[in-house]
């Protein structure tokens, strides 16, 4: 039977086949800027030259491709190999990469058998690891069986954050556990409409620190300093207001969906043999490299 987080991201990814497909391609959006600079990369110039050397490349949890795109865009396409991988959108990853040459998508888990994807000099696995059933053997198994000695591997996991946020995220996500699609986006929806008003309203406040709350002190945006200490209500001009809320709704609905502090995402790379070579915490994430 299907668990709860494959329909959730099965539902996404059918429903949504290019979602923020072009905004991760088209240059300076923000979010090919928040892929960028959280990797370490302060322009396309720089993803280019660290892909130069790199033969074979494989996005672990790939999607519906938009990275593996990215990743094909600015690696050399007659000497590099791109792979995408995903357990329930390769189909939909392969129609939108079809005008690229030399990149394939296969449906796998990562807590499965991987041994017949080969080896690769970098793995990108982001923002998939804290959605499987087992975090730190997927990102296990990824090293062990498919990095190359001196290969690179470049996650991103979700952070614990300050736990008013914590608690609304899983009360949320609690209760729309069960809801279809349609039901969960008609939640998202008004979440969304809130991310949107708190942004209208183009304000910033200074704040006092909380410490207990973990509330740091500085001027914020409105939504921001909703977003990053009492709940996610996520808005970009950018995109089109149901892309917003789908992207909500990837917050909530799947309840595979584990947190972590830097320390315990250290350890996952000291305990496969990894040197860390970037580290990048932010308000929402823990991005980190490792070289084997």
Request: glycine share 6%; hydrophobic share 35%; aromatic share 12%.
């Amino acid at each position: 039977m299907e668990n709860n987080t494959e329909l959730s991201f099965r539902d996404k990814w059918e429903k949504n086949i290019d979602l923020a497909f072009r905004e991760t391609l088209r240059e300076g959006s923000d979010i090919q800027n928040w892929i960028l600079n959280r990797n370490g990369w302060k322009s396309k110039t720089e993803l280019k030259s660290f892909l130069t050397d790199k033969k074979t490349v494989l996005d672990a949890g790939c999607g519906n491709g938009r990275v593996t795109a990215l990743l094909r865009e600015n690696s050399n396409d007659s000497t590099t190999n791109v792979l995408g991988i995903d357990l329930v959108a390769a189909d939909v990853a392969q129609g939108n990469l079809k005008q690229y040459k030399n990149v394939e998508t296969k449906q796998k888990d990562l807590l499965g058998d991987l041994t017949d994807l080969g080896k690769f000099d970098f793995i990108y696995s982001q923002e998939v690891l804290h959605h499987t059933d087992n975090p730190y053997k997927s990102f296990e198994n990824l090293v062990n069986t498919n990095l190359n000695e001196n290969g690179t591997i470049a996650i991103y996991v979700y952070k614990k954050k300050a736990p008013l946020r914590e608690y609304c995220d899983d009360f949320v996500r609690d209760n729309i556990n069960g809801m279809s699609y349609e039901q969960s986006m008609k939640v998202c929806d008004q979440i969304t409409e809130l991310g949107k008003a708190l942004t209208d309203q183009n304000i910033k406040i200074k704040v006092p620190a909380v410490d207990l709350l973990k509330i740091e002190e500085g001027e914020y945006d409105l939504q921001r300093f909703v977003y990053h200490f009492f709940m996610k209500c996520f808005w970009s001009n950018d995109m089109k207001f149901e892309e917003n809320s789908v992207i909500n709704y990837d917050w909530y609905h799947p309840q595979n969906c584990e947190r972590y502090d830097v320390e315990e995402i250290r350890d996952w790379f000291k305990q496969t043999n990894l040197k860390i070579t970037h580290e990048f915490v932010d308000p929402y994430g823990i991005t980190m490299h490792g070289v084997k």
